[in-house]
């Protein structure tokens, strides 16, 4: 697998690294056929949130895009781009970071 970017909705560039892929299906296996709308998700959220990191952001879409209720995508941020951190399923909104 190669890099992928994505543009989020604030022009922000941000990357999917192999390595961060590797690390997403080892801790999440069942998000492996879910990549696309990790990217949608990104792209597209239903629900944005800042993270528990300063530079951090949560990005989710709903609707049974992923493996649950919904799909979060952790992107961290460093200048004007970002990478995604990890992503996962959940069954419900987080409340806040």
Request: charge should be negative.
């Amino acid at each position: 697998m190669t890099a992928d970017f994505v543009q989020d909705p604030d022009g922000r560039r941000v990357e999917l690294t192999a390595e961060r892929w590797q690390h997403i299906l080892e801790a999440h296996a069942e998000i492996d056929e879910h990549r696309d709308e990790i990217m949608r998700a990104v792209r597209n959220p239903d629900h944005r949130l800042p993270g528990r990191e300063a530079n951090e952001e949560w990005f989710l879409i709903g609707g049974g895009a992923g493996p649950s209720r919904w799909l979060q995508v952790v992107v961290a941020y460093g200048e004007d781009r970002g990478w995604i951190v990890t992503a996962f399923a959940r069954r419900s909104l987080p409340r806040q970071a």
